[in-house]
């Protein structure tokens, strides 16, 4: 009912930027938060960078000042913005989405399949 497609991600040489965009499609009545969590093998996922419907944003404080999330609701599209990049920022990168379908009018997380980045020299 609901998939959400990642793209951007690939190799950057540290200091450099990347845009990564998730767009959700499907049977959508409205999206509320959004967000990019990243995972490297051994560790924990985490949450990386979340934005509410209203635009209002959040940042694990390893980002602050580096990325910048954004969206367009009449796209249904959540963005991220990623500058300085260091190689602790090698991970997948997921997307996810708080979603109201038509066919089932409560909220339901989903994800994206990830996307690859990698920063290296």
């Known amino acids: 009912q609901v998939q959400l497609v990642e793209s951007g991600g690939g190799l950057v040489q540290p200091g450099g930027s990347l845009r990564l965009s998730c767009a959700a499609s499907?049977?959508?009545?409205?999206?509320?938060?959004m967000g990019w969590h990243r995972q490297v093998p051994g560790k924990q996922r985490e949450l990386v960078a979340a934005?509410?419907?209203?635009?209002?944003?959040t940042y694990v404080d390893s980002v602050k000042g580096r990325f910048t999330i954004s969206r367009d609701n009449a796209k249904k599209s959540v963005y991220l913005q990623m500058n300085s990049l260091k190689p602790e920022d090698t991970a997948v990168y997921y997307c996810?989405?708080?979603?109201?379908?038509?066919?089932?009018?409560?909220?339901?997380?989903?994800w994206g399949q990830g996307t690859q980045v990698t920063v290296s020299s």
């Open positions: 934005i509410s419907r209203a635009g209002a944003p």
């Open positions: 996810n989405a708080e979603v109201y379908s038509y066919s089932r009018p409560s909220l339901n997380d989903y």
């Open positions: 499907g049977s959508i009545a409205m999206i509320n938060d």
